[in-house]
């Protein structure tokens, strides 16, 4: 039996209240992205930021920044895994990607402190995910 | 100036090849599976076997494997991310979602030792990915 006072989905796993959806989503430095693209879903490791309580994060020309310009939807997982444990979350985004245009705006969002560690070319455009859903799950073992 | 003798992609990083990115599969243990539902893209970590170069993974009823029924595109992600030197790399496999429902077959996969960290209900269910495309890429930082 689980101890958990957090409801369970149907796979098992705890379900993350919002609130902790959020300040998981504050604390880690990157995720991953996916979206469509030729027919298939894509994945992309990121860095991002967070607006208030929007991911935002830094691109260059490509087929992220081709997934914003068209208002694409997009989905953005932060998890944290340990494999000794057997044990971790995750949290999804889900919502549509929107390339950040306002002069105003981008100089805020560059203040964010958020620099890709993928940083061979730079990533001067900004998008922001319009969050449609925010979730997150966690694995509890029961004993 | 970077001394890689790799491709580098638009982005400016280093393109695996097709052997390292199939090797870095059978290495890992856990990945992020992403699909279409409602709509939108989903991702969600999930633990992953190796059937020579193909990607299998346990589940159970639900939306990975309503994704697997309809035969749907998907997208598998392996990554390892050192925060702290700001390097990694990600592999990237692309194909379509099979259950295998062949009872010769599920008893091998059975064998294969994939267990799921998420173990709270029993994950009976197989599915392949019937890959289409698998890419690899490398950050590389110039000094």
Known sequence: MTTSALPIDH??????????CIARLHAARMGRLAFFSDGYPMILPINHGMDGDSVVFRTTIGSKLAAAENEMPV???????DADRRAGW??????????VDNP??????????????AD???????????TYEITGRKIVHQR
Do not use: C, K
């Open 11 to 20: 796979s098992g796993l705890e379900m993350l209240p919002m609130q902790e």
């Open 90 to 99: 995750s949290v999804l985004v889900r919502g549509d990607a929107r390339t």
């Open 120 to 130: 061979a070319v730079p990533r001067t455009h900004w998008v922001r995910i319009s």
């Open 75 to 81: 989905a953005y997982e932060v998890d944290g895994i």
């Open 104 to 117: 105003g705006e981008v100089e805020r969002l560059n203040h964010l402190g958020v620099w890709p560690f």
